[in-house]
């Protein structure tokens, strides 16, 4: 069974400009969560989609959006991006049930911000 | 809310050693769930091994066990054997299901060094 795919893999942006990554989960999950990690702030949870509905969202400004669609890929934007943005974001996918889930992650994608 | 606590940033181990990594945590629900994973200098994190907060024997898997002292909060990860390529970053993480969703709460990780 293929794992959870992220795409790209690196990216290389300039301060004010807007980004896309995509999360491709296990087949047959239906949530995808997102997670920043950064240096000095660690993991952090960004958001999740279950049956393209987002159920939770973690304190980041909203120039952090996401989207998920029918076949259950999820695709994260941040607009206007800032230096601070730089960071690793991880996707993770899972059945959907938050009481006995474990989350399966992707290689990340790694954002720089010029 | 939720808190994972790791204390220990960095470990140095001799190959074939054991190796515990600690985990501390704080929750007030009485249902919770416990995660250990691995992050390899590539970035992927790789799922080691899960405990259930009712669960009544402590979790193994291969080379990794979870000791779990739930009176105590604690739940450290225990690598039996170690070789070149455990060195990794070790994150602890707890299930934090308030309002429904998919969460992980992490801790700040350990950062474990296999001397050959």
């Known amino acids: 069974k293929a794992g959870v795919t992220q795409t790209p893999r690196y990216l290389i942006k300039t301060r004010g400009q807007q980004v896309t990554l995509s999360c491709s989960p296990i087949?047959?999950?239906?949530?995808v969560s997102w997670y920043q990690q950064t240096p000095g702030q660690g993991l952090q949870f960004l958001f999740e989609y279950f049956s393209e509905t987002q159920r939770n969202k973690g304190n980041f400004p909203g120039r952090f959006s996401g989207r998920q669609f029918s076949n259950s890929r999820s695709e994260m934007n941040v607009s206007t991006l800032e230096l601070g943005d730089s960071a690793l974001y991880l996707c993770?996918?899972?059945?959907?049930?938050?009481?006995?889930?474990?989350?399966?992650f992707g290689p990340g994608t790694r954002l720089t911000v010029l | 809310a939720q808190k994972i606590t790791q204390t220990q940033p960095g470990m140095f181990v001799q190959e074939k050693e054991a190796v515990t990594l600690d985990c501390t945590y704080d929750?007030?629900?009485?249902?919770?769930?416990l995660f250990w994973y691995k992050q390899p200098s590539s970035g992927e994190m790789i799922f080691l091994i899960y405990?259930?907060?009712?669960?009544?024997q402590n979790a193994t898997e291969g080379r990794y066990s979870l000791n779990f002292q739930k009176a105590r909060k604690s739940a450290n990860l225990v690598i039996s054997a170690s070789q070149l390529g455990d060195s990794a970053m070790y994150f602890c993480a707890m299930r934090d299901t308030h309002q429904g969703a998919q969460k992980l709460v992490f801790g700040q990780g350990t950062r474990l060094t296999i001397n050959p």
């Open positions: 405990q259930g907060s009712y669960d009544q």
């Open positions: 087949s047959g999950h239906r949530s």
């Open positions: 929750t007030s629900d009485p249902s919770y769930g």
């Open positions: 993770a996918s899972s059945f959907g049930d938050p009481s006995t889930d474990t989350q399966y």
